[in-house]
């Protein structure tokens, strides 16, 4: 079973607590976070080390008082040699809950910053073309020349300046 599938599991099992009305979420973020430590990372890829100390060094780095459904989650994943996928089935969920919420993420990227009137009718253009709510992240790349590239899941929708350009190149060499 690939490491995918494995985090998967996990993140519907957590998914459905959450759904149960278990607030899980910011445990999980922490220990994620605390699981990318490059230091933390390397000793949880390490066989030599136990489980017990795998586990007490990923809650002692979350900090703070850590949810016993979370605590059980790392200790298990120990034991099991699969803790490094914590930041892995933390993104799961969290995609899930956005899902779930009827939320969708839209990463988009533009050649120069755009203004808050701008992202706002961006937004609402795209809420009304997804039917859901539309969260924006938006990134700067200047060699896509003008435009946007808007990424909503696996869907790619490229206006960019460059794509245009090169079919018109194309187009004229055919």
Known sequence: MSTSQISRRYARALFDLIQEGTDLREDLASVASAASEA????????????????QTVIIKS????????V??????????????LLPEIATLVEEMIHEAESELEA????????????????????????????????SEDKTILGGMVVR?????IDYSLRTKLTGLGRALAS
């Open 39 to 54: 230091q933390v990372a390397a000793l949880l890829d390490s066989p030599e080390y136990p489980a017990a100390l795998k």
């Open 62 to 69: 979350a900090g703070g008082e850590i949810s016993a459904e």
């Open 71 to 84: 605590v059980r989650l790392v200790g298990m994943l120990a034991e099991r040699n699969k803790a490094v």
């Open 107 to 138: 990463e988009v990227t533009v050649a120069a910053p755009i203004d808050e009137a701008m992202q706002g009718k961006l937004s609402k253009a795209l809420e009304t073309s997804t039917g859901k709510k539309v969260r924006l992240s938006i």
């Open 152 to 156: 909503i899941g696996d869907r790619k």
